[in-house]
Structures are given as C-alpha cells and as structure tokens.
T-cell receptor, first 114, second 110 residues
Framework: KQEVTQIPAALSVPEGENLVLNCSFT??????LQWFRQDPGKGLTSLLL?????REQTSGRLNASLDKSSGRSTLYIAASQPGDSATYLC?????????????FGTGTRLLVSP | DGGITQSPKYLFRKEGQNVTLSCEQN?????MYWYRQDPGQGLRLIYY???????QKGDIAEGYSVSREKKESFPLTVTSAQKNPTAFYLC?????????FGPGTRLTVL
C-alpha cells in the first residue's frame, strides 16, 4: 500500500529565505506526483504536476523535483514571502489501483515571517 | 470562469439526519472525486466517478452515497450511518492526470 510522508510537519522561516519541502513515498510505481497549496479553511490549489517520466517542473519561484528510484520529491521555494505561508501537500498518483487515485501526505505547514 | 463550486460552505447536521453536499464543475472533466479531510490526516478518498452514470467506492465509502447523472455534477450524501461525519469535504475533478479542487464544505454534527 502506497504511503506518503512529508517532513517537516511545520516550518518557520524569515522572509527572503530559500527553502525545501520534502515528500517521500514507499512505492516507486507512480504515474505522477502533484504538489498543492492549501490556505486555512480553503480548498487545494495545484502548484506543480510532475509526470513519472520527468525529473522536475518549474513555475515562477517554485521548483519541484522527482526521484522515483529513491521515492522522493522536493519542492524548492526561492526568496520566500509572507504570502507563501500555507500548508503544502504532496500527492502521488498510484498506478496499482487501475484509476487515477492520488495518495496524499499530511502536509508541511509553512510560516514565512516578515 | 471555469472551475469547481461546492455548496454550502458550512453545513450543520443533527444526529440521524442525511445531508447532501453539492459539487458542480464547468471544466468538462470526465472524472470527479470526493475526499474527506480531518485534522492531522491526509485527504482520504470517499468515492470517485470516471464517467457519467458510473462511480466506485474509495477507501472510506461506508456511510456515504453519491450519484453521477450529469457530467457537471457529483453530489455526496452523508447518511446517518456515517458514525463520525464532522470533517472538511473536498470535491475534485481531473484532466490529463492533474486534479483540481473546489473550495470545500465544512460539515459539523450537532
């Protein structure tokens, strides 16, 4: 059974710092990996989607990498801003279920202080 | 504007009542999903539908029911059989392997 872990559970940094959020998964048979952002009491906003054949994806100050063989993905946020404060969720697309099922981690809660 | 809408935003249910949560999308996506989110836990899949008039149970379907009569709509009913329904419910749709989420409904049992 696929399990997704995100470390750390919470992170507090000063504005302007570059930071890395980690995601690990137990089964490398995935078809994609998606990073989301969730603000308190809100739905999820898709940030980046990495297909299993890709190594990384970039969008603005965000860069996500994927290493299937080691079961890891990282989300790099450059020059962090207070508006980046949110919970970041990682989800892997599981190939073993026969349909597009996402398995979620429990998230990293990020606080960027001015 | 294309997107996913969920209503109501907040819902209060008395013990023994069934309630229905609405999910509508105008993205023309075939697949739709319902998730439940509890504090300290990842999202868990309740039901999913890959096409109109077809749906399948997810990991925690007990006490829930769905219908998919139209491509745009995927309502979720929380029945009185669901022992602990207080949670944040999220609807999603997908295209090209990417899932998109609605704003959520917070259900509280009184």
């Amino acid at each position: 059974k696929q399990e997704v872990t995100q470390i750390p559970a919470a992170l507090s940094v000063p504005e302007g710092e570059n930071l890395v959020l980690n995601c690990s998964f137990t089964d490398s048979a995935i078809y994609n990996l998606q990073w989301f952002r969730q603000d308190p009491g809100k739905g999820l906003t898709s940030l980046l989607l990495i297909q299993s054949s890709q190594r990384e994806q970039t969008s603005g100050r965000l860069n996500a990498s994927l290493d299937k063989s080691s079961g890891r993905s990282t989300l790099y946020i450059a020059a962090s801003q207070p508006g980046d404060s949110a919970t970041y969720l990682c989800a892997v697309g599981d190939m073993n279920t026969g349909f597009q099922k996402l398995v979620f981690g429990t998230g990293t809660r990020l606080l960027v202080s001015p | 504007d294309g997107g996913i809408t969920q209503s109501p935003k907040y819902l209060f249910r008395k013990e023994g009542q069934n309630v229905t949560l609405s999910c509508e999308q105008n993205l023309n996506h075939d697949a739709m999903y319902w998730y439940r989110q509890d504090p300290g836990q990842g999202l868990r899949l309740i039901y999913y539908s890959q096409i109109v008039n077809d749906f399948q149970k997810g990991d925690i379907a007990e006490g829930y029911s769905v219908s998919r009569e139209k491509k745009e709509s995927f309502p979720l009913t929380v029945t009185s059989a669901q022992k602990n329904p207080t949670a944040f419910y999220l609807c999603a749709s997908s295209w090209g392997g990417e899932q998109f989420f609605g704003p959520g409904t917070r259900l509280t049992v009184l």
